[in-house]
């Protein structure tokens, strides 16, 4: 498979220099997202050889932050030869992700999503991919040891795959509404492009995504109000071969 990445990542390098090197090798090619005063966004971009886009689209129209204008943009800059995962800067993917989508034998007419867990400090995401693998005795999947996230399940649209993880093959021509209000909504409306039918939740992958402390639910919804991701010492850290299986494509 040919598999696509979109990352919006305006003020999250932090973030982005912690996930960026563990998500890499997962795609064939990935395209960021940035503003063009994120200057640690393109950095880490720079530093690991990832393309970048740099725009104010999200603020035209005196609009706080329209994540939508910001994805169609990455998407105008991908090939659209097989999948795209448009994907959010503090998630993490879990190993073998590219094996376990080959064994799904995904449908090209359905968008996919996938279950989160919440992982609150450094000390924690070593934790979960560093000292406990997902993967046990080749078929047993055991979920990171840190705390669920919701899946959305709506009244009236049923279960929706939302913007940390959604899967979609490249010929179905799909963009990102731009007027359906903050980034709470534009990705729920973007999944009810398809069909409740077509709407699938992978069960073979687990992500990871990255907080620092307790957030009020919300805070990041019209632009960058948390905290900074701290690691040991106060610097950026970076996978470490003897732990963290790198897949290649």
Not at 97 to 115: Q, T, V
Not at 159 to 181: E, K, M
Not at 201 to 206: A, C, R
């Amino acid at each position: 498979m040919f598999l696509e990445g979109i990352i919006v990542s305006v003020d999250y390098g932090d973030f982005l220099a912690e996930t960026l090197p563990r998500n890499l090798a997962h795609f064939d090619r990935l395209v960021v997202v940035t503003q063009p005063e994120d200057g640690e966004t393109i950095a880490v971009c720079k530093k690991h050889g990832v393309p970048h886009v740099s725009s104010n689209f999200h603020l035209e129209d005196g609009e706080m932050f329209n994540k939508g204008r910001l994805i169609n943009l990455g998407i105008s800059h991908l090939r659209h030869e097989g999948w795209l995962l448009q994907l959010d800067a503090d998630i993490v993917l879990p190993e073998r992700l590219r094996h376990m989508l080959r064994l799904a034998r995904l449908d090209p007419n359905c968008i996919y999503g996938a279950d989160r867990f919440n992982s609150r400090s450094f000390a924690e995401l070593e934790s979960a991919y560093g000292g406990q693998p997902q993967w046990r005795q080749h078929y047993l999947l055991s979920p990171p040891r840190a705390e669920a996230g919701q899946r959305l399940v709506h009244w009236d649209y049923g279960y929706c795959p939302i913007g940390y993880f959604q899967l979609w093959h490249g010929s179905s021509r799909r963009v990102y509404p731009i007027n359906a209000g903050g980034a709470e909504h534009s990705d729920v409306v973007f999944a009810t492009q398809w069909d409740r039918r077509h709407r699938i939740l992978l069960p073979e992958v687990i992500c990871l995504h990255l907080e620092q402390g307790n957030n009020r639910f919300g805070s990041n919804w019209n632009g960058r109000t948390s905290p900074p991701w701290q690691t040991p010492g106060g610097g950026r850290s970076h996978p470490s071969d003897s732990h963290y299986h790198k897949e290649r494509p």
